[in-house]
């Protein structure tokens, strides 16, 4: 096997949470794109069905589930959905996620609510839907979308509900890849710095300072350049790798 095949998925099934669109969706394009049967996991069915029609013309099988991962009866009816038309699932990226900015005095029950339970327990509750039958099967990679947010403190917004639930993320990733070792099952996170898509309010200029001036590649991230390293976490190319938080952030974390 050349190296360049040990990062090909053909014949795998891989879901992406909120793949409709953004790092999501150029994960879903990059998963597709080695070979991978891709089910889109997001609410917007509108999206979902664009997403798919230009994944198609990738090549292979790609469905929509309409998808919200808070709910566990949802990303239960997802599973069904996907293993009774694609197959059993291999890859689980849990990308789906929202940010909010915010000064913490400020910052109300339902927003932290809100945010915990889509970036973090929305995770959780995937990892033991999907990660059930994976364990039962002995086979499986699960790819977290966490942020560089969960290893240091941003500026100059603020935002303790987002990078608390990106370290969680972080670590829920170590702990699941310990436990879930031994089953063959591996479990690593990417961890994204500034990158243009919706979620980002890139572009203002308040922010330019923060988050490209200081950035030592001094530009943002596009999503193209974030999937590949969701492709080398799912694939066979990281065999030896669980447990890992790889950050893609053109250096900011250096400082
Ligand atoms: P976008 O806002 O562009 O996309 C977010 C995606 O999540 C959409 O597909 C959305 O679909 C989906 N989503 C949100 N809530 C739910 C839900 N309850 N159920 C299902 N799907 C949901 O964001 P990005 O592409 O920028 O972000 C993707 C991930 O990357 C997030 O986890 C984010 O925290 C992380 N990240 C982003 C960075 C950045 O600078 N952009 C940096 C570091 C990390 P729909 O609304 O249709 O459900």
């Known amino acids: 096997m050349s190296v360049l095949d040990r990062f ?15 790092i999501g969706k150029a994960i879903a394009t990059a998963l597709a794109e080695a070979g991978a049967s891709v089910a889109i996991a997001s609410r917007d069915e509108d999206r979902n069905r664009e ?6 013309k990738v090549g292979g099988a790609v469905i929509s ?31 789906a ?15 932290w609510d809100r ?7 929305a995770v959780w509750k995937a990892s033991q839907v999907v990660g059930a039958s994976m364990v039962e099967r002995g086979t499986g990679s699960i790819v977290n979308v966490g942020s560089m947010s969960g290893m240091i403190i ?19 990733t170590r702990s699941l890849a310990a436990e879930w070792a ?8 990417i961890a994204p710095g500034y990158t243009k898509t919706e979620i980002s309010d890139i ?37 030896f790798v669980t447990g890992e938080v790889l950050v893609i952030d053109g250096g900011y974390t250096l400082w």
């Open 182 to 189: 031994p089953r063959s099952v591996r479990v690593n996170a």
């Open 203 to 239: 572009d203002l200029p308040e922010y330019k300072h923060y988050w490209i001036d200081e950035v030592p590649m001094q530009r943002y991230a596009q999503a193209v350049e974030i999937a590949p390293a969701a492709l080398y976490l799912a694939s066979p190319a990281s065999s």
């Open 65 to 95: 589930t309409r998808t919200d991962v808070t709910s566990r009866a949802d990303l239960e009816a997802m599973r069904e959905t996907v293993t009774g038309q694609l197959g059993p699932i291999d890859i689980l990226v849990n990308n």
């Open 115 to 121: 945010v915990m339970a889509t970036n973090l327990d």
């Open 8 to 22: 090909r998925l053909d014949g795998k099934v891989a879901v992406v949470t909120g793949g409709n669109r953004g």
């Open 154 to 172: 941003n500026r100059p917004q603020w935002h303790a509900p987002y990078a608390v639930s990106k370290a969680g993320v972080h670590h829920m």
């Open 97 to 111: 996620g929202v940010g909010i900015h915010g000064e913490s005095l400020s910052i109300d029950d339902e927003a």
């Open 51 to 56: 997403a798919v029609a230009d994944l198609a």
